[in-house]
């Protein structure tokens, strides 16, 4: 944990913190896999999970009640037996295959950023669906903080403006990554030394998030998911190969 490390956890920390705060939240995937380039995977997931709750409490309270709880209540009960998937996998695998996940998942976030909506905006999915991508969201979120597009893509499917859209993925993911807390701490990815990192890096979450408030009403989605792409594509292509080789 050196100079280089913080320099980097706290870009990656703050960007979390921006998309949490008005971009949905998906984006901030981004910042686990960065994290998992300067150390394991492990300890990425370990350090971001009480930094995501702690901007999750930051970006709930704007949004308070502009949620579509249905919705939200149906992701969430799909969640769970997600998550229960999450740890299992967890336990049986090691550094290079959460790696390999976690880089297949950041390409994957791309082509998903990447594909025409537009169908999405006219499916209107069932709530079978939604517990589908609710469970799919549970698992992805457990291993590398990737929930997002499962969710998205139900979400999408229902029709919701912007801001509902965004307070009710901020609602979920409320959730879900408090409900993660316990499994990850029986799996010893939390350890002393994550908790005083976390300390560390806490005021560049809020401050991340208190930007993405601001910067909700806006800033242009495009230019912000354009930068994501980006980050995912290049961290993503790096994770592959170094599980590969």
Do not use: C
């Not at 959460?98 to 999915?125: C, D, H, M, T």
């Not at 499962?150 to 009710?168: C, F, I, N, V, W």
């Amino acid at each position: 944990m050196d100079l280089q490390f913080y320099a980097i956890a706290a870009f990656a920390v703050t960007f979390a913190g921006f998309s949490k705060g008005g971009f949905g939240g998906g984006p901030a995937f981004a910042s686990s896999a960065i994290l998992a380039l300067v150390t394991t995977p492990a300890q990425a997931i370990g350090l971001m999970l009480p930094l995501l709750m702690l901007m999750d409490i930051g970006a709930v309270r704007p949004f308070w009640n502009k949620w579509d709880w249905a919705r939200a209540r149906i992701m969430v009960i799909g969640a769970v037996p997600g998550i229960l998937l999450g740890a299992i996998f967890y336990r049986v695998t090691d550094d290079n295959m959460l790696r390999l996940l976690i880089g297949l998942v950041a390409l994957a976030f791309v082509a998903w950023q990447l594909w025409p909506k537009s169908q999405l905006k006219e499916a209107n999915f069932s709530q079978t669906t939604g517990m589908i991508a609710g469970l799919t969201a549970g698992f992805t979120s457990f291993v590398s903080h990737a929930g997002g597009p499962p969710a998205a893509m139900y979400l999408l499917s229902q029709r919701l403006d912007k801001t509902t859209y965004h307070a009710t993925m901020t609602l979920v993911f409320w959730v879900v990554n408090a409900a993660k807390v316990v499994p990850y701490a029986f799996l010893g990815i939390f350890t002393v030394e994550t908790f005083y990192v976390d300390l560390i890096l806490a005021p560049f979450a809020l401050i991340g998030v208190w930007i993405g408030v601001k910067a909700h009403p806006i800033v242009p989605e495009t230019l912000f998911f354009r930068l994501t792409y980006a980050l995912l594509a290049i961290t993503g292509a790096k994770l592959v190969f170094d599980a590969l080789t």
